[in-house]
């Protein structure tokens, strides 16, 4: 199961950011939070992921809170190729775990 | 290659009938996972590979379903005796080594027909 919480959808102008919150309240200490996206009838691309530290790539930032129950995926400058549905997944640090997704919160980027 | 393979990309099978999904990882990845996507829904986990062994079997869906890993490279999955409700996008994964500090870089996937 999996152990996120994210709005089912979410609505963003294109040229604005796009901020998408996660709820991750019973996150241990050793796991991970990991942002993947999945464009129509394509394989999940990863974003980011982060630990505890605010995180940015060429793709997105990644802010998580001080006590680390939620988090949230900011696109800077979002444009209408960002129309997806975006998953906030936490993982587990050792061991062989997979990802486990949830349902995600689909973004529209509008014009 | 460049990134995560996965053939055929389409595949239309009749009910009863056997079906095997290829996945070609990215070159040095040791860890595999395979997922299936219903349509409308979320990725379901299936079953992961750490070289060619499958420590997690746990999401297989029935007897129906296997999957193999040879030589720490390719993977196939089988599905016998396909139902209707068999019928889904099945993505494969990889990445460098197992553990919540690396990414995962998914394929194309395949998508499934059972009529």
């Known amino acids: 199961d999996a152990k996120t919480t994210q709005p089912p959808s979410m609505d963003c102008a294109e040229g604005r950011a796009a901020n998408l919150p996660c709820n991750h309240s019973t996150i241990s200490g050793n796991e991970y939070v990991y942002w993947y996206r999945q464009i129509h009838s394509q394989g999940p691309q990863y974003i980011i992921h982060?630990?505890?530290n605010n995180e940015t790539n060429e793709m997105a930032s990644l802010i998580i809170t001080e006590d680390r129950k939620s988090s949230t995926l900011i696109l800077p400058h979002a444009t209408l190729r960002d129309t997806a549905v975006y998953y906030c997944i936490v993982r587990v640090a050792t061991g062989n775990t997979p990802l486990v997704f949830g349902k995600g919160t689909r973004l529209s980027v509008i014009a | 290659g460049a990134g995560v393979s996965q053939s055929p990309s389409n595949k239309v099978t009749e009910k009863g009938k056997d079906v095997e999904l290829r996945c070609d990882p990215i070159s040095g990845h040791t860890a595999l996972y395979w997922y299936r996507q219903s349509l409308g829904q979320g990725l379901e986990f299936l079953i992961y590979f750490q070289g060619n062994s499958a420590p997690d079997k746990s999401g297989l869906p029935s007897d129906r379903f296997s999957a193999e890993r040879t030589g720490g490279s390719v993977s196939t999955l089988t599905i016998q005796r396909t139902q209707q409700e068999d019928s889904a996008v099945y993505l494969c994964?990889?990445?460098?080594?197992?553990?919540?500090?690396?990414?995962?870089?998914f394929g194309q996937g395949t998508r499934l027909t059972v009529v």
């Open positions: 982060g630990l505890k």
């Open positions: 994964a990889s990445s460098p080594k197992s553990g919540g500090n690396t990414e995962a870089f």
